[in-house]
T-cell receptor
Framework: QQQVKQSPQSLIVQKGGISIINCAYE??????FPWYQQFPGKGPALLIA?????SEKKEGRFTISFNKSAKQFSLHIMDSQPGDSATYFC????????????FGKGTKLTVNP | NAGVMQNPRHLVRRRGQEARLRCSPM?????VYWYRQLPEEGLKFMVY????????ESGMPKERFSAEFPKEGPSILRIQQVVRGDSAAYFC????????????????FGQGTRLTVV
């Protein structure tokens, strides 16, 4: 049972373009949605996160859009750079309790120069 | 301020041997999570521990796997009688309190231990 579905599996974007990664969740109890960035051989690092009481959050070139009724959220990377090339994971959790993270399967982003 | 330290970074074990993975949380963090990452897959939750207590082990296989977080020293993930299917990257994350509750309770991940069973 995959509670968080992520697409696409891989993405190739030209430098300066917009990268868009989508996620959908099933459990309506989820109330915190972070995105992680992972470089080869490294651990995931928190990039940006959102709660369902807002529809959008922007930090620099990174924006999360959140659609509560559709149970979907997406990451937009504006002006994509070769240094953004990494694997991106969406995740979800429930505040309180163990607050374990449920991850999507990841999107491998390649930004060509 | 050192981050989450995991060792070893790479571990090779023959089938049937035991694997011990260590995680030292960030200073001041008393909550530890273990996740497993299979190739081309996302991270899967295994276990959540606080000092001397297992809080949630719903993601742990029922057999051969155990975890502890003693009062002193690192958290240990132990895999007994390893099989080839145990080959994966194992990540530890720590937080000052339960993670996911907000940006100020963010969980920080270590660089992982890559286990290869031959």
């Amino acid at each position: 049972q995959q509670q968080v579905k992520q697409s696409p599996q891989s993405l190739i974007v030209q430098k300066g373009g917009i990268s868009i990664i989508n996620c959908a969740y099933e459990n309506t109890a989820f109330d915190y949605f972070p995105w992680y960035q992972q470089f080869p051989g490294k651990g995931p690092a928190l990039l940006i996160a959102i709660r369902p009481d807002v529809s959008e959050k922007k930090e620099g070139r990174f924006t999360i859009s959140f659609n509560k009724s559709a149970k979907q959220f997406s990451l937009h990377i504006m002006d994509s750079q070769p240094g953004d090339s990494a694997t991106y994971f969406c995740a979800a959790t429930i505040k309180g309790g163990s607050e374990k993270l449920v991850f999507g399967k990841g999107t491998k982003l390649t930004v060509n120069p | 301020n050192a981050g989450v330290m995991q060792n070893p970074r790479h571990l090779v074990r023959r089938r049937g041997q035991e694997a011990r993975l260590r995680c030292s949380p960030m200073k001041g963090h008393s909550h530890v999570y273990w996740y497993r990452q299979l190739p081309e897959e996302g991270l899967k939750f295994m276990v959540y521990l606080q000092k001397e207590n297992i809080i949630d082990e719903s993601g742990m296989p029922k057999e051969r796997f155990s975890a502890e977080f003693p009062k002193e020293g690192p958290s240990i993930l132990r895999i007994q009688q390893v099989v080839r299917g145990d080959s994966a990257a194992y990540f530890c994350a720590s937080s000052p309190q339960a993670s996911g509750g907000g940006m100020n309770t963010e969980a920080f991940f270590g660089q992982g231990t890559r286990l290869t069973v031959v």
